[in-house]
């Protein structure tokens, strides 16, 4: 069988390497639509011969690497990573689309970070070594740091350093905790390994309690920074508003933070020395980002820091759903990354369009853009909804599968969680109401409603949105498989 | 004795020696020659020593031996004497004395190289001193230059005090084993274990050495010899010369004084600490990127003395991975610096700091490949994956978590993490911000020594399995005395 | 094939419809009308048929449930409170639809309209049909979304576009309240499961919910140091959905702005359909609420209070249309009143609160087209401005007054003669009599007398200044098209004959919603469970209960009568703004300063808010404290590097001297 | 027989007589001068565990140490000799524009 996984981590860097050396925008992006395309093929082949029935890693990949280390290249995929690694092959082609007639400086380099980063976060996915999954989460970092730095808005500099050295020091502690683990693991068996699922299995095993804490907390910090949770959030306002749109789809589409909650997280907590407290902290940090998001989102100006808040405040539904631990909501954790993404990044595209045309960002001096964008108006009035968590759209299933599985154990946590529902909707009617809605403000000039590649790229998220909002089975049950799995480690527990 | 055993040191006194003679009779503007000679010298020494490795002998009457350790050292002083000459093709093009340049930096890497494979006291402060003695006059190899006269003036003088503390220190060690010989005094060392002298010796033997490795306090030359030299013969001191200190320490401390080793170990740690959040803290602010990488290698200095404290095989291994991996990169940046520097100066003849990271405004654009070479660098010090830095870091960092010294790997973490501050400044500049200046050709010779870095510090990042192999034997070497 | 099996294209033919007028809509004559109105009129066929198989045999309902995903499913259940609901709403969007073509003719975007009420009508649709609580509150959403498209459909308008914001948020947080019931209830299901629901066990349907009532009620959770029953705590949640959604204190503030839509949409959406999805709800859910202690009271209670409340500033607007948009308040509390009335009724309660639910839609929606007839004629909706319109507009006149004496209940008591609100409504207040005799508390009974005599007065109050008397300003006017005046004529048709034609089957009809095939309650039990003792309903009121709400309604028009149509009270002394009752009703008892202004604006936006950004300034400021002090210990810790050598010598030598005394220290101390 | 201790302590002091000057002195020569006195009094030690052990050891790191010592005073003039005829001076405090 062909080692498909590799093909969909290669490819893109490949792609990526090769649109460095284009000369014109037209190369760069045929070069990058090529790139996104083929993975997209790929993917659906993976996800049509995917099996959802079982928990298991799939089309897995092994090959000995550095052995004196126990270092090897593991590749494999389950109900976790599928999902993520569908939203981005989803996604990514759209993006390139959507970026098809824009003119900017350097585009062979613009594209190579597109794809560099894709190749960068399905590499997250389906590494199956800690070495492996190490590389690819900090290779992330560099093309989304020029994607700031390059093509940034007024503030970039100062957003790209804060970016990359804030989220470095998590990845740094993060890494601690795996030499933990990897010692641990390695003193107690004798043999050195940095495969995940072994060292997640031995990890039961090990005597001391409070290094297993330790080890847990470490790992915790590295992908509670990159989700990003409340209190460790700081640099993700800044690093989205600041990002270009590209870039800040880039970054909604990087959910390796929540993944690592799923895939290393859940499967330890019942074996901590203190699961209670684990659940505690999870459930902390993820409710008061939930509520916490809201008002930061709701006290905005800028439309795009707006949704960047937005972004803070979903993604606390995945923290509470990961800390819930009942299959429903650690499914529906899994889902709200996914759906997260979809939606957000359609939002995305939609505040880019609006500077673009416009020239501003500031609510207030935005107003009645419906009459002259109705297309645009209508795709951002369905992805806003979404965002609230309007029903018949993909965050709504994720939100109620999350609020309702949590509420079975932590029902006081929820109770915070659902208290922002009305300030989302009141931020995102707002926000709505004065950009697209009202007289038009004539300052704003003549404006324009987006192009067919926008409409085209922008129309199919937001259809998915739909798509996935009314029918969630078919990523859902694999999500729900695995959760199920997790879930059943915890009642062995009895945690 | 087998001469086949010293073909790598041989090859080397040949070639310096014949490009020292042959430098005397031809004509300025054919002196290109000598630098292929002296590359070619370097190289077959280096296939010498990779062909060898493995094999275990003594010689000289047991005052050197070849083994596992010495033979990886000899290979991290060969690649960055293989840098050396090749970027110094370019560097000396057109000067009368070219061949001083380039026989100096053999001598210094044959210094380095029996510091390497010593197996007595009085080889190795032989070797040490002729790689010192050999690095002061190339330091201040522009005589013209007021910054290179005062970088050489500096290392010059606290070089030597740097020699008398040592020898003061390795006098006191001789006077209480009675031997030089390094298995010897192991043996022996029993007798200076709590006893005043005894301390006294390692701190001043840890002076002597930290001079080379830069561990602050004993540092305080390295910024000012690394800034003020040709930024060639700074990437040879960064990268060859620190790492003899630290082979020579490795030698004297872990075995021959192994018997003292809470005491070393303690200072050590102390030295650790202070020298990375220094070398980390000061490099923020600096504007002269040669100085910046300065501190830098102050910084990673700091991190390699970590095996001296944690004192596992896999950390002294690892330890002696990082020497390689600095190796290249620390050596590669200045390369890169040095190409920068060229292109500036024939702009611009009078520039008084052809280093400034102003210089490095558009480089992106106006050097690609340069520019290129710098971030794979940068990022490697920094400690990104599938580079060579992020591979030592691993390794390195691990083991001080195995051990227990949690505290030690988390100021190391934090510091790594600072650092990441002013090399992404270096990228920024490089690649965010706005040039006018057109486009300039990269010199061949600089382009060539960087890729070849380049292609160090990836290979060692991505297949890594052989050099942890030979780290960890080397490592063993030194473990066989504990 | 049965028509049973037809059930599922109810909702989605309006919603293909939606589709299609979305996007073909505009390149079709008058905004693509047609394909709603096609639509809409099968899903009418469909749901008739089902209903006269169902009043047949009314315990085969249609029940078919798909899985969805995890233990929850996606349904259709038709049983009589359904099907007499879907008959109504396809039925009145069908009217709607068709006076629409005419009202929307000039407009510019009457594809969107199209569109979008379609999408309304398969949402509400859909929400009906549920079977499950969680597809009900997806569908309840989408309706809300609706009506927020719908209100704000003139969005370039700044007070259309804040109107409509105000009613999404303020349903919103019934919404919430209902989500959250939904939670807990779903917490408790899946609890009692142990987390292990088996295959086709579908824990959110109504018949597995129903099911385990008593053991709901068992559950209890101390809430602010009380101890309240799961079952109160969830009822009373669901309740405050409902509150939002139809409008009852405190959260109608929403539905008199919501007036900035067409009235086309206060019609279908703001009157006959959307807003009595929260009578609906607790009517759907009635088994849980008959079993929870307090919560029927509650109910009650607010309902009555509501009708009143309402009612007091129904009499003194000036805009007919916020006249009419009270009184639907008013309606809505009587209708929340005739199911609280159910601690004393039993499951007959859910009969008579449909059924004042189902004629209401019919006069309301009538009295809405009214207006807008009037509004489209004359292109002004203050009163003040109006006047005589009937001579001009005689059939809009007419349909007018029938459906006001439909309204007011006017009908003979102890006869089958009268108009449709006359058979609902005095049901309910005398249900609400019964009420006060079996509970003791007399409050709602007395309550809905007073909002009957309120009824009666700002209705014809209404009547008098629009239809009567002499043009108080120059307006042109016509009777409108055909296309609207038709669906006048029949919904005026409905308004008058309904309620006598099915008083008597409907009532049983609907009250055996709970025993069939798909969900088999005893009301009986479960009312004990909630404490409540059910009397048996003979019609032994005394005569003065029944002839009451007739007397205050002929009281209501007398006045009105005197007061606008003779004029002989002048009203100047008490129609102005010294005279502290008016002042306090016309700015409606000050909630809009309360709640926009003040909660909303002061304590939610610049309170909270606010003192987040400080929050999060704060820790902004924390990570660049570390990074500054960084850089500047950096820049500290540089100026040793002096320059001078022998500084540096000096730095070796105490260096050394510093390591020997510290080695030395540090190997003492450990 | 003279004790090795005294040696040690006439190295001792010698040694620290250089430090001293090292430390104090401007001059680039008296500097040079003062490395040389540290030199010789480590040598000095050298011999004298030399004579105590009755081991050559020593004496021969002491000669190998001398004849290193006076290379690196020849290195050392040469460049004390540049900076002279540069600046025409060899007086150490005004060599400092490489600091911090």
Not at chain 2, 147 to 173: D, N, Q, T, W
Request: aromatic letters at 12%.
């Amino acid at each position: 069988m062909m080692p498909i996984l590799s093909m969909i981590v290669l490819i893109p860097l490949i792609f990526a390497a090769l649109a460095l050396f284009t000369k014109t925008k037209e190369q760069a992006r045929v070069i990058a639509l090529a790139g996104t395309v083929i993975v997209l093929l790929l993917t659906v082949y993976m996800y049509v011969n995917f099996d959802s029935t079982i928990a298991d890693n799939q089309f897995e990949e092994l090959a000995q690497w550095v052995p004196s280390l126990g270092i090897t290249y593991h590749l494999g995929v389950d109900g976790i990573a599928m999902p993520l690694i569908l939203l981005n092959a989803i996604v990514l082609p759209f993006l390139v689309l959507f970026t098809w007639n824009d003119e900017r400086k350097s585009p062979n380099r613009f594209y190579a970070c597109i794809l560099a980063t894709e190749g960068a976060v399905i590499g997250v996915f389906t590494a199956l070594d800690f070495f492996l999954f190490y590389i690819f989460w900090e290779l992330t970092l560099v093309p989304l740091f020029f994607m700031v730095s390059i093509w940034g808005g007024p503030n970039k500099h100062k957003a790209a350093i804060k970016f990359f050295i804030y989220t470095h020091v998590a990845s740094l502690v993060m890494l601690l905790g795996i030499f933990g683990l990897y010692f641990a693991a390695w003193d107690m068996t004798g043999t050195p390994t940095l495969d995940i699922p072994t060292l997640i299995s031995q990890f039961q095993f090990i005597e001391s309690g409070a290094a297993k804490d330790m080890i847990f907390l470490a790992l915790l910090f590295g992908f509670i920074v990159k989700i990003p949770s409340f209190p460790f959030h700081s640099w993700q306002p800044d690093a989205y508003t600041e990002a270009p749109t590209a870039g800040s789809v880039l970054f909604v589409m990087l959910k390796i933070g929540g993944y690592g909650l799923f895939k290393v997280m859940l499967p330890m907590l019942p074996f901590t020395a203190s699961p209670n407290l684990m659940i505690t902290i999870m459930a902390v940090l993820g409710s008061v980002s939930v509520l916490y998001g809201a008002f930061l989102a709701l006290s905005q100006k800028d439309l795009k820091r707006m949704v960047a808040y937005s972004s803070v405040s979903h993604m606390g539904y995945v923290t509470l759903g990961a800390a819930g631990l009942v299959s429903l909501s650690v499914s529906g954790a899994m889902f709200q990354q996914f759906s997260h993404g979809l939606i957000m990044s359609v939002m995305f595209m939609s505040c880019g369009i609006i500077k673009n045309t416009t020239g501003t960002r500031i609510i207030n001096d935005l107003g009645g853009l419906a009459q002259k964008m109705p297309k645009l108006a209508v795709i951002m009035v369905m992805t806003f909804m979404a965002s609230l968590g309007l029903p018949g759209l993909s965050g709504f299933i994720a939100e109620v599968s999350v609020l309702a599985g949590s509420f079975v154990n932590l029902p006081s946590y929820v109770m915070i969680a659902v208290s922002a529902i009305v300030i989302t909707a009141a931020y995102h009617l707002w926000a709505l109401q004065r950009a697209m809605f009202g007289v038009y403000n004539e300052k704003l000039g003549t404006v324009t409603d987006i192009d067919t590649f926008q409409t085209v790229s922008m129309g199919v998220i937001a259809i998915l949105v739909l798509y996935f909002g009314l029918n969630p089975s078919p990523v859902l049950e694999m999500m729900l498989t695995n959760s199920d799995q997790i879930v059943s480690l915890m009642a062995v527990m009895g945690v | 004795m087998d001469l086949m055993l010293f073909a790598p040191e041989i090859s080397l006194v040949v070639t310096g020696l014949a490009v020292l003679l042959i430098g005397l009779f031809i004509p300025t503007d054919s002196k290109k020659i000598l630098g292929y000679l002296a590359a070619l010298g370097v190289l077959v020494a280096l296939f010498f020593t990779v062909s060898s490795l493995g094999t275990e002998a003594t010689a000289f009457n047991d005052t050197v031996s070849i083994d596992a350790l010495s033979q990886f050292f000899k290979i991290v002083f060969l690649v960055v004497a293989l840098l050396f000459t090749i970027s110094g093709i370019k560097y000396t093009e057109g000067n009368s004395h070219t061949e001083e340049f380039f026989t100096l930096g053999l001598f210094a890497t044959i210094g380095m190289m029996f510091v390497a494979s010593a197996n007595d006291l009085m080889v190795l402060f032989v070797g040490f001193e002729l790689a010192s003695l050999a690095t002061y006059a190339l330091a201040g190899f522009e005589k013209k230059n007021a910054k290179s006269l005062e970088a050489a003036m500096k290392y010059f003088i606290i070089g030597s005090l740097s020699a008398a503390l040592m020898l003061l220190g390795i006098s006191y060690v001789y006077g209480a084993t009675g031997t030089t010989s390094i298995p010897g005094i192991a043996a022996n060392a029993s007798v200076l274990v709590g006893s005043p002298m005894g301390l006294v010796a390692v701190v001043l033997l840890m002076a002597g050495f930290g001079f080379k490795i830069a561990l602050v306090p004993f540092h305080m030359w390295a910024p000012d010899t690394y800034q003020g030299s040709p930024s060639v013969v700074s990437a040879l001191l960064a990268a060859g010369s620190k790492k003899m200190g630290i082979v020579a320490a490795l030698k004297v401390f872990v075995v021959a004084l192994i018997a003292l080793q809470a005491e070393w170990q303690t200072a050590f740690a102390i030295l650790a600490v202070i020298t990375m959040t220094y070398g980390n803290m000061v490099a923020l602010k600096q504007t002269s990127v040669k100085r910046m990488l300065a501190y830098s290698s102050l910084a990673q200095a700091g991190y390699i003395t970590m095996a001296f404290v944690v004192l596992t095989p896999m950390a002294l291994g690892g330890g002696i991975f990082y020497a390689l991996s600095h190796g290249f990169m620390k050596a590669g940046a200045f390369i890169a610096t040095a190409a920068v520097t060229y292109m500036v100066l024939s702009e611009n003849k009078d520039s008084t700091d052809p280093d400034h990271i102003d210089n490095f405004r558009g480089l992106g654009k106006r050097m690609p490949v340069t520019a290129l070479s710098m971030t794979v660098f940068v990022f490697a010090l920094a400690g990104i994956p599938l580079t060579a830095g992020y591979m030592s870091k691993f390794i390195l960092f691990s083991s001080t978590i195995q051990s227990g010294f949690v505290w030690l790997a988390i100021i190391a973490i934090l510091n790594s993490a600072i650092s990441l501050g002013y090399y992404a400044k270096i990228v920024k500049y490089m690649y965010f911000l706005p040039t006018d200046s057109e486009k300039v050709s990269e010199p061949l010779p600089y382009t060539v020594a960087m890729i070849i870095a380049v292609i160090g510090v990836l290979a060692i990042g991505f297949w890594s399995e052989p050099v942890v192999y030979w780290a960890m034997e080397a490592a063993k070497v030194l473990v066989g005395g504990m | 094939m049965a028509v049973e099996n037809l059930a599922f294209l109810i909702p989605v033919l309006p919603a293909l419809a939606f589709v299609l007028t979305f996007f073909l809509g505009k390149k079709l004559p008058n905004g693509g009308s047609i394909i709603p109105i096609t639509a809409i009129a099968i899903s009418f066929v469909i749901s008739l048929l089902i209903t006269l198989k169902l009043l047949a045999n009314p315990e085969e309902v249609v029940s078919q449930s798909y899985s969805w995903f995890a233990m929850l499913n996606i349904g259709i259940l038709v049983d009589p409170l359904a099907a007499v609901m879907l008959t109504m709403v396809t039925f009145a969007s069908l009217l709607i639809h068709i006076y629409s073509t005419g009202y929307m003719s000039h407009d510019k975007a009457p594809s969107r309209y199209f569109a979008e009420t379609a999408l309304f009508t398969a949402s509400m649709l859909g929400l009906i049909l549920s079977d499950n609580i969680l597809q009900l509150f997806i569908c309840w959403e989408l309706v809300g979304v609706c009506s927020y498209l719908l209100i704000g459909f003139w969005f370039e308008k700044p007070s259309a576009a804040t109107a409509a914001k105000k009613a999404f948020l303020t349903t919103r947080i019934g919404d919430v309240m209902f989500l959250t019931g939904i939670i807990v209830l779903f917490a408790d299901l899946y609890k009692m499961f142990n987390g292990t629901i088996p295959d086709g066990v579908f824990i959110l349907r109504f018949d597995e919910i129903f099911a385990h009532i008593p053991e709901i009620a068992a559950i209890n959770s101390t809430i602010l140091g009380m101890e309240v029953s799961h079952i109160t705590l969830i009822t009373l949640l669901f309740f405050g959905g409902a509150v939002g959604k139809s409008g009852q204190f405190p959260l109608h503030v929403w539905l008199p702005d919501a007036m900035e839509g067409p009235t086309t949409v206060s019609a279908l959406i703001h009157a006959a359909t959307m807003v009595t999805a929260g009578v609906y709800l607790v009517a759907r859910t009635f088994p849980m609420f008959i079993a929870a202690p307090d919560s029927l009271m509650v109910v009650a209670y607010v309902g009555a209070f509501t009708a009143l409340f309402a009612g007091t500033m129904g009499i003194v607007m000036n805009d007919l249309k916020r006249v009419l948009a009270y009184s639907t308040v008013s309606q809505l509390g009587y209708m929340m009143l005739g199911l609280g009335v159910g601690a004393a009724v039993g499951a007959e309660a859910v009969g008579i609160s449909i059924f004042h639910l189902v004629n209401h839609a019919f006069f309301k929606a009538l009295l809405f087209l009214c207006a807008g007839s009037v509004i489209h004629a004359v292109g002004t909706h203050d009163m003040r401005q109006l006047g005589g319109v009937a001579k001009v507009m005689p059939i809009t006149a007419a349909t007018m007054i029938i459906a006001s004496l439909a309204l007011t209940g006017m009908g003979i008591p102890g006869t089958s003669i009268g108009t449709s609100g006359f058979f609902s409504k005095d049901a309910i207040i005398e249900s609400a009599y019964l009420f006060g005799e079996s509970t003791g508390t007399w409050l709602p009974y007395l309550f809905s007398i007073a909002a009957a005599l309120l009824t009666s007065l700002y209705i014809f109050r209404l009547v008098f200044m629009t239809f009567y008397g002499k043009p108080r300003t120059d307006y042109g006017g016509h009777e409108s098209p055909a296309s609207m005046t038709i669906p006048l004529s029949i919904f005026a048709l409905l308004a008058l004959i309904f309620g006598g034609l099915t008083a008597e089957k409907f009532n049983t009809f609907v009250s055996e919603t709970f025993v069939n095939n798909f969900v088999h309650v005893d009301i009986h039990e479960l009312a004990t469970l909630g404490g409540y003792h059910l009397v048996e309903h003979a019609g032994h009121e005394p005569l003065l209960v029944l002839w009451m709400p007739l007397i205050v309604a002929l009281a209501g028009l007398v006045i009105a009568y005197l007061v606008y149509g003779l004029k002989i009270v002048n009203m100047d002394s008490l129609v102005s703004r010294n005279n502290p009752i008016y002042k306090l009703l016309y700015n409606r008892y000050y909630q809009n300063s309360i709640f926009t202004n003040f909660v909303s604006v002061k304590v939610i936006y610049e309170g909270f808010a606010f003192a987040g950004r400080a929050v999060d300034r704060g820790f902004d400021w924390t990570v660049k404290w570390f990074s500054d002090l960084a850089i500047e210990s950096g820049e500290s810790l540089r100026q040793f590097q002096t320059g001078a050598v022998q500084n540096y010598a000096t730095a070796v030598i105490t260096g050394v001297s510093l390591l020997v005394i510290l080695v030395k220290v540090v190997m003492e101390v450990l | 027989m003279i004790p090795v201790a005294l040696y040690l302590a006439v190295a001792a002091v010698i040694f620290s007589i250089g430090l001293y000057g090292l430390m104090t002195q401007r001059s680039g020569i008296r500097i040079l001068m003062c490395v040389e006195l540290m030199l010789n009094a480590a040598n000095l030690n050298l011999v004298a565990f030399s004579s105590y052990h009755d081991d050559l050891t020593g004496q021969v790191f002491a000669l190998f140490s001398i004849a290193l010592a006076a290379c690196e005073a020849a290195i050392g003039f040469a460049i004390l000799m540049a900076l002279y005829r540069m600046k025409d001076t060899i007086s150490l405090d005004h060599i400092n524009i490489l600091r911090w």
